[in-house]
């Protein structure tokens, strides 16, 4: 753990506290006046377009493909494709989401699978010749069977304690159901591109990604060009969900063109091509098998799943992340299964296994506190833990009953009913459900640089970036939290592999991550101010370093607050245009003191549903949701991660499913109009609480991750309160007006 913090909070005055403050986002402006440059704004001369050509069936070969209409178009440069796209090369360390190459060999998997790519002149040029390219199969029925409980499938325990079995058989009460989840796509705002340059021995590559790092050593290795070759910039990202953690093709193939037409070349993913080609959140099939006591004592817990991926991926996804320490249990088993489908390769998306999981998990909870007629809200407390009942740890800070009791006030909870259709407002039915959240806490290693500099300026950069979440702003307050600087006065740089490693934008890790090491970087810079000012012609001439503080940018005596000197000064002073530190983080397992314990975070989240059945119309009305997720750096930019995430729960609850043909395997929703997403429209006030309660093994500001536990819970919250208002226990999501139209609630 790096403790350097409390050395420094020695040495250092009150400042207004910046830590947990609502600032606005310091890239803000730049985004919200335009001038923010994603990874399809840079151009350059000679540069050229290229448009991937993607299957038109799920299974097969290709059997002929037929380029010389599409070659002799205006403006076209080349088309490439299997038998002349160059070298591109398999990872030794194995972090493509694909398991092979674009353009590989023959053989299509998935609708959509790029088969060849026309490269031209202009954008249009381009996608004219790619729907000439003449291209023919043969094709295999695909697979794209939604029943996932394939006869062969292999299973694996993921976690198991004393006899599911016979606990289970010997319960009083049961649950025993099925629950599915279906494809989501990530679908963030800015689309996947990559813009290609090759200098004849470097790429430069501009690409959407959320970890410029891993983009640069994944895509070196795929390029075949040494990691120093290879430069991965990502200033600004319109977002990723887990669709940007690692590279995709399409990224291989403007490298691949670049190099090989020695052209810069700019490729952007279709909104249709995002469907396809860039990950999706895998369909889940799980079995849950709950057995209590009447007193709501849980005896057993099992969780059974599947989940789909492709015939070239083996993403795996982790339904049980949370199963097995959420309730105390003393019988419990969590087995996975991974079946193969004709569809693209699934890969994490926000809150990935725990999301799906939880909502089986939760579900089940729901459907048992209704057979022991008890509250569902006392059902969870009842069932609480402070120790990890799967390792035997405790928990580093687990405030879910509290998340639950706090909840519970502010919704006003104790108002329910619990009879279905038993509350009302004027002719509309209420329903009220809840559940639980969770998502692991974890920070990894990373470094970061700080400049103070003589135009009194601050800058902060490391090969970090920030999708979306306020990493930009929250390395600036790091930064005026240790030296006084304002925000205003701090620079942020990141989206670049070329500053020092940085860390992924993942797994709600990257604050955690990345603090210990811009407050070490900070830290270090002032001493050396410090030393800088003591030396002879400094303002401190005499003194010791130990004898000064800072504040407010400045330094100054302990005992003569008064008499500071700005750190411009001390620079000016002594002739020197910059003091710059490198600071660094370990990871958690670092930490020999974590490793006793188990460290995740919590939340409950409450939902009110209004359901009008003389017009079969559901909405979300209210939400209110409770998160334990250690300090809070940042109120708003804190905040708008845990309404984004309830946001797309209303998504994942009521809207949300990719639908393939079972004819061809095409996703036939593939679009905006198609696909629903929840608009302003659909979204209620929602109403965020922080427990703000400091994890002792996340360092010195104690933060764990906020970007995924937002989503965690809301799904089954929301069914639940469907169920309460209508009836209708839906199992299978997103809930369909065809299964509301079973209540016989009027
Ligand atoms: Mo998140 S699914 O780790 O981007």
């Known amino acids: 753990m790096q403790d350097n913090g409390a050395k420094q909070a020695e040495v250092r005055t009150e400042f207004p506290a910046v830590i947990g403050a609502a600032l606005p986002r310091v890239d803000g402006p730049v985004k919200t006046t335009g001038r923010a440059q994603y990874a399809a704004d840079y151009s350059f001369p000679g540069l050229v377009y290229a448009v991937p050509v993607g299957a038109t069936v799920a299974n097969g070969k290709i059997r002929s493909m037929d380029t010389s209409a599409a070659e002799k178009m205006p403006g076209v440069v080349a088309i490439l494709h299997h038998d002349n796209i160059g070298p591109l090369y398999h990872t030794s360390s194995g972090h493509m989401n694909e398991q092979r190459q674009p353009l590989e060999d023959k053989l299509v998997h998935y609708w959509g699978q790029y088969v060849a790519v026309a490269v031209a002149g202009t954008l249009q040029q381009a996608q004219a010749a790619a729907a000439a390219v003449r291209v023919t199969y043969d094709e295999e029925k695909p697979n794209v069977s939604l029943k996932l409980d394939d006869a062969d499938a292999k299973t694996m325990t993921m976690s198991k304690r004393g006899d599911v079995g016979a606990g289970f058989a010997s319960a009083p009460v049961k649950v025993d159901e099925t629950y599915s989840t279906p494809v989501e796509v990530h679908n963030p705002m800015e689309m996947h591109a990559t813009t290609a340059v090759w200098d004849g021995k470097s790429f430069t590559l501009y690409e959407s990604t959320q970890g410029v790092v891993g983009q640069q050593h994944t895509m070196a290795e795929v390029l075949g060009v040494p990691r120093e070759n290879l430069r991965v910039i990502s200033r600004y990202i319109g977002s990723g969900f887990g669709g940007k953690l690692s590279p995709w093709p399409h990224s291989a193939l403007a490298g691949a063109a670049a190099r090989k037409l020695n052209r810069p070349v700019k490729l952007m993913v279709t909104r249709n091509q995002m469907f396809c080609d860039v990950g999706h959140r895998p369909r889940t099939q799980q079995q849950m098998r709950i057995g209590a006591t009447p007193d709501g004592k849980l005896v057993s817990l099992e969780q059974h799943y599947w989940n789909h991926t492709s015939q070239v991926g083996n993403y795996h996804e982790n339904c049980g992340e949370a199963t097995p320490f959420i309730y105390s249990t003393p019988n419990l088993e969590v087995t996975s299964a991974i079946v193969k489908r004709n569809v693209g390769t699934p890969c994490p998306m926000r809150g990935p296994g725990a999301v799906p999981g939880l909502f089986a998990v939760e579900s089940a909870m729901d459907e048992l506190a209704i057979k022991l007629k008890m509250d569902p809200v006392e059902l969870r407390v009842k069932n609480d833990t402070l120790t990890d009942e799967?390792?035997?740890?405790?928990?580093?800070?687990?405030?879910?009953?509290?998340?639950?009791?706090?909840?519970?006030?502010?919704?006003?909870?104790?108002?329910?009913?619990?009879?279905?259709?038993?509350?009302?407002?004027?002719?509309?039915?209420?329903?009220?459900?809840?559940?639980?959240?969770?998502?692991?806490?974890?920070?990894?290693?990373?470094?970061?640089?700080?400049?103070?500099?003589?135009?009194?300026?601050?800058?902060?950069?490391?090969?970090?970036?920030?999708?979306?979440?306020?990493?930009?702003?929250?390395?600036?307050?790091?930064?005026?939290?240790?030296?006084?600087?304002?925000?205003?006065?701090?620079?942020?740089?990141?989206?670049?592999?070329?500053?020092?490693?940085?860390?992924?934008?993942?797994?709600?890790?990257?604050?955690?991550?990345?603090?210990?090491?811009?407050?070490?970087?900070?830290?270090?810079?002032?001493?050396?101010?410090?030393?800088?000012?003591?030396?002879?012609?400094?303002?401190?001439?005499?003194?010791?370093?130990?004898?000064?503080?800072?504040?407010?940018?400045?330094?100054?005596?302990?005992?003569?607050?008064?008499?500071?000197?700005?750190?411009?000064?001390?620079?000016?002073?002594?002739?020197?245009?910059?003091?710059?530190?490198?600071?660094?983080?370990?990871?958690?397992?670092?930490?020999?003191?974590?490793?006793?314990?188990?460290?995740?975070?919590?939340?409950?989240?409450?939902?009110?549903?209004?359901?009008?059945?003389?017009?079969?119309?559901?909405?979300?009305?209210?939400?209110?949701?409770?998160?334990?997720?250690?300090?809070?750096?940042?109120?708003?930019?804190?905040?708008?991660?845990?309404?984004?995430?309830?946001?797309?729960?209303?998504?994942?609850?009521?809207?949300?499913?990719?639908?393939?043909?079972?004819?061809?395997?095409?996703?036939?929703?593939?679009?905006?109009?198609?696909?629903?997403?929840?608009?302003?429209?659909?979204?209620?006030?929602?109403d965020v609480h922080f427990l703000g309660i400091p994890d002792p093994m996340m360092g010195e500001y104690g933060a764990r991750g906020i970007g995924e536990i937002g989503l965690a819970g809301v799904a089954p919250a929301i069914t639940a309160a469907v169920y309460h208002a209508t009836g209708v226990r839906v199992r299978e999501l997103p809930v369909r007006i065809e299964d509301l139209l079973r209540s016989t609630v009027v």
């Open 390 to 686: 799967s390792n035997g740890k405790p928990f580093s800070s687990r405030h879910l009953k509290e998340c639950l009791q706090v909840g519970a006030e502010k919704f006003g909870w104790s108002k329910r009913t619990p009879e279905v259709g038993s509350m009302r407002r004027g002719d509309t039915v209420l329903g009220w459900g809840v559940a639980a959240a969770s998502w692991g806490a974890y920070r990894g290693s990373c470094q970061a640089t700080v400049m103070l500099k003589d135009d009194g300026r601050a800058t902060v950069s490391c090969a970090a970036q920030d999708p979306g979440m306020g990493t930009y702003t929250i390395l600036a307050q790091i930064v005026s939290d240790k030296t006084g600087l304002p925000i205003d006065k701090i620079d942020v740089l990141l989206g670049d592999s070329n500053f020092v490693p940085g860390a992924t934008s993942g797994g709600s890790t990257l604050t955690a991550t990345v603090m210990p090491a811009v407050a070490e970087a900070s830290n270090g810079a002032v001493q050396i101010l410090m030393a800088m000012a003591t030396r002879p012609g400094g303002a401190f001439e005499g003194k010791k370093p130990a004898e000064l503080m800072v504040n407010g940018g400045s330094l100054h005596l302990k005992e003569n607050r008064a008499a500071a000197v700005p750190f411009a000064d001390v620079l000016r002073t002594a002739k020197v245009s910059y003091a710059s530190a490198d600071g660094r983080s370990g990871g958690l397992g670092s930490d020999t003191k974590a490793r006793d314990y188990s460290t995740h975070s919590f939340g409950a989240q409450f939902v009110e549903v209004e359901w009008q059945p003389q017009i079969a119309r559901l909405r979300v009305s209210r939400a209110v949701s409770v998160m334990d997720a250690g300090r809070i750096i940042n109120m708003k930019t804190g905040t708008n991660q845990i309404q984004g995430g309830v946001v797309m729960g209303i998504g994942m609850a009521l809207l949300e499913q990719a639908i393939y043909d079972p004819r061809n395997g095409h996703p036939i929703n593939d679009n905006f109009a198609d696909y629903l997403v929840p608009t302003n429209a659909d979204v209620p006030e929602i």
